[in-house]
């Protein structure tokens, strides 16, 4: 067929395809094509819209659309009413110690820990109960970690390891020797270093030692307590939390403490301290974070003198007192933990610079769950273990220029105990033990223990606890 227009004219329109096939409707000015609806249906949705759902400045001839309405007709939301938690209130729910659990089975035919038994071979593999006297006592001095599993069980009992009887054996020979045990405890995480530190300070108390115990170095060293700084020195104090260690030593060494007295003039106290008075006065003679630090130089140089009983110093988190502290001097410096005063009287007594004529231990528990590595500490402790050993030092890396003088000479000469997993037959009794209880509802028998201590990394008391009690846990 030809087409209408010539070959030339094919880039043009003809006139024919210009001229509209149907009428233009006459309510319309505007042209309508044949094959669309869109002009009168929008014509009819623009004359349905009223005048006050259109927006100022809206023409007709646009089409309104659903519009959603934020926070209309929608009423508010009345705040719950509740009492908000008092000062201090979440940090004790968080550390709170639950040392009973009337749900759980008691087991009968077990015996005490006492001075004597903690110390005796034939005690290893067996469940012993704390007195009721000692539980008080480690519940003063804060020995008990909430994240241990006293909560599960009747009554509070400890498992007699091979590393607790060594340890009781170290501590009682060398003061019985009036030497002084600088110690290190470490080891992998979860392996039971804080209960091996507790069973140190309950054999200091069943021998009727004079107990000093830190039981977290990292609330020394975070900014999280007052501090000012001491007159004529370098130094800086900690009232507050000095207050609060003296009415610890004064509660759980009471009994010892009222049967010596005082025999030094203190005549720089701003106390009156007279000689008659005994080290327990002395302990609660004033409660004035002013005179905190000044009180506690004074106990510690009576605790010093010739015929005082032996004095046994822990703390817990030694890895935190081993670097540089959050707080800072008034030229906006950072302070070093070790001139800190409290943490220098620890560290001059670890590092052997204080001298006890009546016998002294001095336990540093190390942790893995929350501790920066430090690389002098680390070094320092490889070293004093190879001394121990009678292996070759290990010689410090040339390439490292970060090496910390301070930590050296604190951990110089130290022993270091590596606690590690606990063996079949101790695992077995801790799992009958938890049996009896009715923690564990399964059969213990070699199979079992077998696949349990396997599962647990050779024994790791952590994770045996984890595979074991990791639903009764999630219970309680």
Not at 70 to 88: E, I, V, Y
Not at 119 to 129: E, M, P
Not at 356 to 367: M, S
């Amino acid at each position: 067929m030809a087409s209408a227009n010539c070959w030339r004219c094919l880039a043009r329109p003809s006139n024919r395809l210009i001229v509209p096939t149907l009428p233009l409707s006459p309510s319309t000015s505007a042209p309508v094509a044949a094959f669309t609806t869109s002009a009168a249906q929008l014509s009819k949705a623009a004359s349905k819209v009223s005048k006050k759902d259109m927006e100022p400045n809206m023409s007709r001839h646009i089409r309104a659309g659903k519009q959603i309405k934020l926070g209309r007709g929608r009423k508010k939301r009345q705040p719950d009413k509740f009492k908000p938690p008092a000062s201090g209130e979440r940090k004790a729910f968080r550390k709170r110690i639950q040392l009973s659990n009337n749900n759980a089975l008691e087991v009968p035919g077990l015996g005490e820990l006492t001075a004597e038994n903690i110390v005796d071979s034939s005690s290893v593999r067996q469940i012993l109960g704390l007195p009721g006297a000692l539980v008080s006592q480690l519940r003063d001095c804060e020995a008990f970690k909430p994240t241990q599993t006293w909560n599960l069980f009747r009554s509070p009992h400890t498992l007699v390891r091979q590393e607790t009887v060594d340890l009781a054996k170290q501590l009682t020979d060398t003061i019985n020797k009036k030497e002084t045990l600088r110690l290190v405890i470490t080891g992998d995480r979860a392996s039971g270093k804080s209960i091996l530190g507790l069973q140190g300070l309950a054999t200091g108390f069943l021998n009727k030692w004079v107990v000093i115990n830190i039981p977290e170095a990292q609330e020394l060293i975070t900014a999280a307590t007052e501090y000012a700084s001491i007159p004529n020195s370098e130094q800086f104090s900690q009232p507050t939390y000095t207050i609060k260690l003296f009415q610890a030593i004064s509660k759980t060494n009471q009994e010892v403490l009222s049967q010596h007295k005082v025999e030094l003039d203190h005549m720089h106290l701003p106390i009156s301290v007279s000689r008659g008075m005994t080290l327990a006065a002395l302990a609660t003679a004033s409660r004035d974070p002013d005179v905190s630090w000044q009180l506690f130089r004074a106990f510690w140089k009576e605790l010093l003198l010739p015929g005082r009983p032996p004095i046994l110093f822990a703390l817990d988190g030694l890895s935190h007192i081993m670097r540089v502290s959050d707080y800072r001097t008034p030229a906006f410096e950072p302070i070093h933990s070790h001139d800190l005063s409290l943490i220098r009287t620890y560290a001059d007594a670890l590092g052997g610079k204080t001298k006890f004529p009546n016998g002294a231990a001095i336990l540093g528990v190390c942790t893995k769950g929350n501790s920066l590595v430090i690389p002098s500490m680390e070094k320092a402790l490889e070293q004093a273990a190879a001394q121990q050993n009678g292996t070759p030092v290990p010689p410090r890396d040339p390439f490292f220029a970060k090496y910390d003088e301070r930590v050296f000479d604190a951990l110089k000469g130290v022993r270091v105990l590596n606690v590690r997993g606990v063996s079949k037959p101790e695992a077995r009794a801790l799992m009958e033990y938890w049996a009896s209880s009715g923690m564990l509802r399964m059969r213990v028998d070699e199979k079992i223990v077998s696949e349990k201590w396997t599962l647990a990394g050779n024994g790791i008391l952590g994770e045996m606890e984890r595979v074991a009690l990791y639903d009764v846990r999630a219970t309680y």
